[in-house]
């Protein structure tokens, strides 16, 4: 594979190149995918364009592909990612078994800080977004 090629300018909290376009912020690596692959980008509204490389600041075309947000989570469990923490099948049990919704010990906050994840996180987890495989 060819290597990543990085953008350079503004990025986000997670590492994704961002890019104006028109005063819109947009991510730089949908534009590149959709100029190189001549479309607009109203054409891949709705999909995710993901990366081969696992790479979220690169801007190779050769290592975007389209997708859907399914696609991209199965990458990220094929790929053994599971955001900006790894947690194991067993973590994602206990925090579905303790969670109790607005409670100071066992919420989404205080369980995102004990696993090293964000409340949100822990959000997806309990409601099945993510890990929905167990």
Partial sequence: MIDCIEWTKLRDK???GRIKV???????????YAEANGLSLNEIDGKVI???????GCVNPDHLEIGT???NLRDMLDRG???HTIL???????????????????????LGLEFGVSGRT????VNKKTWTHI
């Avoid at 822990?122 to 987890?125: P, Q, S, T, W």
């Fill in 14 to 16: 997670d590492g994704y």
């Fill in 22 to 32: 028109k005063r819109i912020p947009r991510l730089a690596h949908r534009i590149v």
């Fill in 50 to 56: 993901r990366h081969t490389c696992d790479n979220p």
């Fill in 69 to 71: 947000q399914a696609d």
């Fill in 81 to 83: 990612r599971h955001g």
């Fill in 88 to 110: 194991t099948a067993s973590q994602v049990q206990r925090i579905r078994s303790r969670y109790v919704r607005g409670c100071c010990i066992n919420g989404s906050p205080a």
């Fill in 122 to 125: 822990i959000r997806d987890i």
